[in-house]
Antibody, heavy 127, light 108 residues
């Protein structure tokens, strides 16, 4: 079965960087897009961007451009999201979510995007 | 970017009642790429509806969704105790993708 397992909670100081991992199992990582979403304490969901898992191309929301890098290591079926120059308002739970199928890489399977989510990784930014 | 506005911000209902949640887009988009999620405290969001009106796997048929122009609606026909949660809409048709602020459905 499809699973996304994220790395554990992190505590970082302002100005530092954090790299969250998302290990995929039960499917071929590079056959699907991967999205990242965050949620600050008591707040709503905030879309960060996505990665074309085969090519590595990314589309990052403007708010995060210049601070977010999305990468993957297909040899270990793991996607990564790195956020730099951390601020206190970056304290949030960060989620990965499997997107839609990448045409030409995998045959269509009818599974909708955002059907599978990681368990979330709490990143706390505090001095 | 497309801004999604959800209303009401919260509503209090009793089990068995009907819930109607709205998500309005700031501009027309022809794509059907709108989804609805349910989220409970401490849990990841759960996909309920994708492509405007298609129920995800194992989602009960008391959940339904529709569209009229830039207005999207999620309806829960008869609330079960497990349906009390926060609901979010997401448009994933036009970059940047965007979420609505959420509607909390609370027990009255």
């Amino acid at each position: 079965q499809v699973q996304l397992v994220q790395s554990g909670a992190e505590v970082k100081k302002p100005g530092a960087s954090v790299k969250v991992s998302c290990k995929a199992s039960g499917y071929t990582l590079n056959g699907y897009y991967m999205h990242w979403v965050r949620q600050a304490p008591g707040q709503g969901l905030e879309y960060m961007g996505y990665m074309h898992s085969q090519s590595g191309d990314t589309q990052i929301a403007q708010k995060f451009q210049g601070r977010v890098t999305m990468t993957r290591d297909t040899s270990i079926s793991t996607a990564y999201m790195e956020l730099s120059r951390l601020r206190s308002d970056d304290t949030a739970v960060y989620y990965c979510a499997r997107g839609g199928i990448i045409a030409g890489v995998m045959p269509a399977d009818g599974t909708p995007p955002f059907n599978y989510w990681g368990q979330g990784t709490l990143v706390t930014v505090s001095s | 970017e497309i801004v999604l506005t959800q209303s009401p911000g919260s509503l209090s209902l009793s089990p068995g009642e009907r819930a109607t949640l709205s998500c309005r887009a700031s501009q027309t988009f022809t794509s059907t790429s709108l989804a609805w999620f349910q989220q409970k405290p401490g849990q990841a969001p759960r996909l309920l509806i994708y492509a405007t009106s298609n129920r995800a796997t194992a989602i009960p048929d008391r959940f339904s969704a529709s569209r009229s122009g830039t207005d999207f609606t999620l309806t829960i026909s008869s609330l079960e105790p497990e349906d009390f949660a926060v609901y979010y809409c997401l448009q994933y048709g036009i970059s940047p993708f965007t979420f609505g602020p959420g509607t909390k459905v609370a027990i009255k």
